[in-house]
């Protein structure tokens, strides 16, 4: 039986509460949050103990679940490093780089498990790709929301596009050569819409919009490579693959076009998406990492290295506006 304790149970806590609650071999010792308000209709409908000293509830876990504002995710994390303790926490890893690059160190001197919340991993639209060869050379991603005024605390840099920096980090596999970006603080003090567009030492270019100023929501993702699309639909959580018809496709729709080197014969197909609960899913990898000994889906580095990415994006947008000014 593994000790759980979640920091931080407001509108994101309580889905992490609520699915740790339903996986085996888990026992929620505690949680920690200095919101009287929220911690009393924690007690009342989770019949879980608050703690009031964040140590003591380290001390009473294997593993910590860190679920708060990112400026505090540096000293909790670093705290239960240091009394090696696991710990899950949300994306993205830290506030700083500096401050990530130390909880990478603590993490690898104290030899435990660390997973950062990059939940699209875990998105059933995703993972219904996982046997799918995916050498993108040109992407594009559109995630779009309406504003709410929670998470503002960060760029929409840090907010959304993290997201899909990580997924694209995850299926490019290259270093960044490049970076070009435009953002515009429209409802907060920091960007709230931008696009950028990421070139890899490969040649593959990505192409990267993020507004949560939006009138509708969209988590869209487009991969265009030799002889294929793929297309993903987080939101909906819909795939499909549109490419040239091979010899043992199946379940495909096909169809041919005329092109100028010839008739080609096509295939659509659309995977097979399994329904899944995604942040179930990504507590779940964390314990059986942890079980196992295994390399988190999503570790540290991974968190750092979607964070280098978005800071140096975030350094692109200021000294454009700085520049217009």
Known sequence: MLNVGVFGVGHLGKFHLNNWKEIAGIKIVGFFDPNNEIAKDVIEKYNIKRFTDENKLIDACDLIDVVVPTDHHYNICMSALRKGKHVFVEKPLANTMQEAKDLMQMAKEANVKVQVGHVERFNPAFLALKDVTMKPMFIEVHR????????????????????????????????????????????TDTPDIANVRIEFNNGCVANLTSSRISMKKMRKMRLFQK????????????????????????????????????????SVSTPEVPDGNAIKMELESFVDSIINNKTTVVSEIDGYLAMEVAHQIIEKITTTNRLVK
Do not use: W
């Not at 929670?150 to 990580?166: F, N, P």
């Not at 939101?235 to 010899?247: G, P, Q």
């Open 144 to 187: 779009l929301a309406q504003f709410n005024p929670r998470g503002t605390e960060v760029s929409v840099i840090l907010d959304l596009m993290i997201h899909d920096i990580d997924i694209v980090l995850s299926i490019v596999k290259s270093g960044v050569k490049s970076i070009n970006a435009s953002g515009v603080a429209v409802m």
């Open 227 to 266: 002889d294929a699309y793929i297309g993903i639909d987080f939101l909906e959580k819909k795939t499909e693959i549109i490419k040239l018809r091979e010899a043992d496709d199946k379940d495909a729709f096909f169809f041919d076009l005329e092109t100028p080197n010839g008739t080609k014969s096509i």
